[in-house]
T-cell receptor
Framework: DAGVIQSPRHEVTEMGQEVTLRCKPI?????LFWYRQTMMRGLELLIY????????DSGMPEDRFSAKMPNASFSTLKIQPSEPRDSAVYFC???????????????FGNGTRLTVT | SQQGEEDPQALSIQEGENATMNCSYK?????LQWYRQNSGRGLVHLIL?????REKHSGRLRVTLDTSKKSSSLLITASRAADTASYFC????????????????FGAGTRLAVHP
């Protein structure tokens, strides 16, 4: 099991540019989550999917952010246009369907460190 | 918004000592989880405790939960340099979605440094 795979590991871009972050969840996992981590705000849930369908995107900060999951093995988080305040580490995580009343841990990727200058 | 608040923010100890980290939260919960994050890496799940449990053990880890005080503690016994990491608690805010999944909200974390 390769775990959750994110790419790229580092991204440096200029303000106004489009940024696309990619994630491959663990095979067989039903849930996929995008989190953002900053020193000021800690870990924030941006959006999560269940069986490729977005369930809750209330954490997406602005319309500049969008996420897709075209199939069970791939998801993208896009920022367009990017701004310096978007600089953060973006994590993707996945988990299995816990079943009725059974919680399930999250499996995180190693993140993408985004720097917008 | 953060549901859990870890205390202390940073902890520095010697190898072999015990490390205790605390987490307080604001709303009712169904379960509480602890995660570890090594520098430059993603979070790794350590242990989960349900709201009807008071204590749980996993190897050198011991977690307690006091729902009346809305608090939890993580104890690492006989610490090692490899335990150096940030530790986060995560709660579900008592929300149970239709699919059974509980959306996790993470605290700010405790940075633990274990010196050889």
């Amino acid at each position: 099991d390769a775990g959750v795979i994110q790419s790229p590991r580092h991204e440096v871009t200029e303000m106004g540019q489009e940024v696309t972050l990619r994630c491959k969840p663990i095979s067989g996992h039903d849930y996929l989550f995008w989190y953002r981590q900053t020193m000021m705000r800690g870990l924030e849930l941006l959006i999560y999917f269940n069986n490729n369908v977005p369930i809750d995107d209330s954490g997406m900060p602005e319309d500049r952010f969008s996420a897709k999951m075209p199939n069970a093995s791939f998801s993208t988080l896009k920022i367009q246009p990017s701004e310096p305040r978007d600089s953060a580490v973006y994590f993707c995580a996945s988990s299995v369907d816990p079943g009725q009343g059974v919680p399930s841990p999250l499996h995180f990727g190693n993140g993408t460190r985004l720097t917008v200058t | 918004s953060q549901q859990g608040e870890e205390d202390p923010q940073a902890l520095s100890i010697q190898e072999g000592e015990n490390a205790t980290m605390n987490c307080s939260y604001k709303t009712s919960i169904n379960n509480l989880q602890w995660y570890r994050q090594n520098s430059g890496r993603g979070l790794v799940h350590l242990i989960l405790i349900r709201s009807n449990e008071r204590e749980k053990h996993s190897g050198r880890l011991r977690v307690t939960l006091d729902t009346s005080k809305k608090s939890s503690s993580l104890l690492i016994t006989a610490s090692r340099a490899a335990d150096t990491a940030s530790y986060f608690c995560a709660t579900d805010g008592g929300i149970l979605f239709s699919g059974g999944y509980n959306k996790l909200i993470f605290g700010a974390g405790t940075r633990l440094a274990v010196h050889p």
